[in-house]
C-alpha cells in the first residue's frame, strides 16, 4: 500500500470516521483500514519498513501488461485468464546443466545402480573421488606496489573487504586494489573420500595435466589402490568416480584390472 494512502486513512482515523466511511470514501476495504489503524497504533508511524535484501527486478504484472498489449486485450482480461482459467503461477526459470539424450540414459543406469548400493547398505563403503583446481588469487596491497605480495597482505573479498579513507583518496598512493591477471597461479588438488575416511591430498605438480597415463600410472596404483586395501582390508567396496574424460577413458577400467589384487570389489 502507498504510504499517502495510509496517510490519509490515519488521518481521517484521527478526525474520528467510522472504518466503513472510509472504506468506501477511498475504494479501499474495511480490512484495509483496519490494519492500517492497528499497525499505526503498534508502531507510532506510517513509514514504510525497511526491506532486505536486492529490490525486485522483475514485476509479473508488468509482463502482463505486455503481453496484454500484444494481444489487444485488456491487462485485467489477461490477468483474469492467466490466474483462473489457465491457472498458471510465475516461477524463476532455474539453472541446470545441459544433458543429451545419451547423457541422461546414461546418468539414469547409473543412478539404479547406486540406489541399489544404497538399498543394500553398502553406501559407507562407497569411495567418491574428485579432483579441483585452486586458483591462486592476489592479494589487496597499495596502487604503488600493486606487483609485489606485502608481508600483511590478506585475500580480497570483493563482498566483504573494505578499506577507510578520506574522501578523494580512493586514487591515491595510500588506496588499495585487488589486481587480477588473465592467467593466475593455480594448483590441482585430488582425493578421495568415504564415509570413514579419506586418502591423502594429492597436488598435482606445476604444468602436469591429469590424463588417462598420469591417472592410470601415477594415481589409481601408488596412491588411491594401496589407501583402499589397507583401509577397507576384507570389505566389500565400491569404487565412484565423477566420470570425467579422464575417469570415462577406456584404458582406465583396463588399468583398474590391472590392480585387482588391491581392489576388493569395483
Avoid at 483474469?80 to 526459470?93: A, D, M, S, T
Amino acid at each position: 500500500m502507498p504510504k499517502a494512502l495510509r496517510t490519509v486513512i490515519i488521518h481521517l482515523h484521527e478526525l474520528e470516521d467510522k472504518h466503513i466511511a472510509i472504506a468506501k470514501k477511498l475504494c479501499v476495504t474495511r480490512i484495509t483500514v483496519h490494519r492500517t489503524v492497528k499497525r499505526c497504533q503498534e508502531l507510532a508511524t506510517v513509514e514504510d519498513h525497511p526491506r532486505s535484501g536486492r529490490p525486485r527486478s522483475v514485476k509479473t504484472s508488468r509482463i502482463q501488461k505486455m503481453m496484454a498489449s500484444d494481444q489487444t486485450i485488456s491487462p485485467t482480461s489477461m490477468r483474469g485468464i492467466v490466474k483462473h482459467e489457465l491457472r498458471f503461477y510465475p516461477y524463476k526459470i532455474c539453472r541446470a546443466h545441459m544433458l543429451t539424450e545419451k547423457m541422461k540414459v546414461n546418468r539414469y543406469e547409473k543412478s539404479k545402480k547406486l540406489v541399489s548400493i544404497v538399498q543394500q547398505g553398502r553406501a559407507p563403503n562407497v569411495l567418491f573421488t574428485d579432483e579441483k583446481i585452486f586458483t591462486v588469487n592476489s592479494t589487496c596491497v597499495p596502487i604503488q606496489a600493486r606487483t609485489i605480495r606485502t608481508p600483511n597482505g590478506t585475500t580480497c573479498n570483493s563482498q566483504n573487504s573494505r578499506q577507510l579513507l578520506q574522501r578523494g583518496h580512493q586514487r591515491s598512493e595510500k588506496a588499495s586494489v585487488n589486481s587480477r591477471s588473465h592467467f593466475p597461479s593455480s594448483v590441482m588438488v585430488w582425493t578421495d573420500i568415504t564415509a570413514s575416511g579419506k586418502t591423502p591430498l594429492v597436488f598435482v605438480e606445476k604444468k602436469v595435466t591429469i590424463n588417462t597415463k598420469y591417472y592410470s600410472d601415477e594415481i589409481l596404483p601408488k596412491i588411491m589402490a594401496p589407501w583402499a586395501s589397507k583401509h577397507f582390508r576384507s570389505q566389500n567396496w565400491t569404487f565412484q568416480q565423477d566420470w570425467a574424460p579422464t575417469h570415462g577413458s577406456k584404458a582406465t577400467p583396463n588399468q583398474m584390472y590391472t590392480y585387482r589384487k588391491y581392489l576388493c570389489n569395483t
